[in-house]
């Protein structure tokens, strides 16, 4: 990528923040700070990686993506918006009673949405089925995933991992969404995770580790050729990303912004 479409990429990043901020505002719903920090890994996937028709939503031969940590919804509808799945307008319903995107994804609530994921742990499994189910079909589309630090506790998740590489599923890509918190403390506190890019090797996937806020290296790694395995994209990210007053503050993954701080959060994004 040349620095003007990493400029023109990071602006994008910052109107959707500033869209999530808003709507965990409006709709006074928490975990704003685990949408923030994988904002960035969903603008590079959505804006320069994914071949996707937002007219053709349900393409048989589109790319799948499934966003395996579903309180991050926030974050996945504004892309999704952004992109043209569906109008910005219908942003402001969010986790609305009654109205189609709920706080976490449900099957089929909006064009783009590929699977509900409200129970952490799942996503990865499923995301080996869409990646099978494509070889037997001889499709060519491909599969990937962004799973939570916190949701790699899961059993689901290692023993989809050991799937995945016992059939050689190179059209499956994950990034794990790094940001060393979960809901009760630090990720490394509660489960002894690291060295998370060795266990994904060790269970037999190509395993790469990054900044998950440099959007050229997550195009570049998302973008490289496919070896004879499923690959692994550990993201080392900041829960807040972007907001001077929420990095890194595990509070902000209950807390709900204030007129005030949506307005300070607007100033900080320059957006």
Known sequence: MSPSEISQLQQVASRL???VVQMSHRAGTPHLASALSCIDILAALYWKILRIDPAKPNDAN?????????HAASALYAVLAERGFFPRA???????????????????CAPGVELATGSLGHGLPVCTGMALSGRIQKRDYRVFAVLSDGECNEGTVWEAALFAAAQKLNTLTIVVDYNKWQATGRSNEVMALEPLGEKWHAFGWEATELDGHDIGALVAALAAPPSDRPRAIVAHTVKGKGIS?????????????TVEEVAKAKIELNV
């Open 245 to 257: 007053f929420m990095q890194d503050d595990n509070n902000w993954h209950y807390r709900v912004p």
């Open 90 to 108: 219908e942003l402001e319903t969010f986790a609305k009673h009654g109205a189609a995107l709920a706080e976490q994804p449900a099957p089929g």
């Open 17 to 19: 923040r500033y869209d």
């Open 62 to 70: 589109r790319d799948r993506f499934i966003l395996s940590k579903g």
